[in-house]
């Protein structure tokens, strides 16, 4: 069975959407606040939006649009978005390399949270879509 990406706390109050661009499928989102939704662009800032869906409303409270959101029922897991010349933040694991905190796990080299476990934002990656696919451009 293949992994999922995941986005961790590294990727908090980036500025660069790096991933969204190289990812094959278009299945990285960002919320939009107002309208409860999560948008996955083609290409980030592009406007060219592939697909929508409605997020819950208390797991987007957390972080907001401060963070990306890979959704796991459409990630295929290549893995194209897990490396560090797309997310200098170090920010984007496979969720069965997701290092969880014990001593060993591997990290991305630059992610600045080492040592912490970040299994949490893998539930997150999941509790955040409300529903199933609510539309496209
Ligand atoms: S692993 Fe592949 S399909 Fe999944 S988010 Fe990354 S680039 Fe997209
Ligand atoms: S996962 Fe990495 S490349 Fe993608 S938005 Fe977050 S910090 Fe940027």
Redesign the pocket.
């Known amino acids: 069975m293949s992994s ?2 995941v986005i961790t706390e590294a990727c908090l109050d980036s500025n660069e959407q790096a ?1 969204v661009d ?4 278009h ?2 989102y960002r919320l939009d606040s107002v309208h409860g939704e999560l948008f996955a662009e083609v290409l980030a800032g592009s406007g060219e939006v592939a697909h929508r869906h409605k997020a819950d409303p208390d797991a987007a409270g957390l972080f907001g649009a401060a963070i990306l959101y ?1 959704n796991a029922d459409e ?8 490396h560090l010349d797309v997310c200098p933040s170090g920010a984007i694991y ?1 969720e069965d390399r997701l290092p969880d905190g014990r001593p060993g796990a591997r990290y991305n080299s630059r992610d600045r949270y080492k040592g912490h476990d970040h299994t949490y934002f893998a539930i997150l990656g999941r509790t955040i879509f409300a529903d199933g696919l609510a539309g496209g451009s």
């Open positions: 999922v990406a991933c190289v990812c094959p499928v299945c990285i890979v990630c295929t897991g290549c893995g194209a978005c897990c496979l």
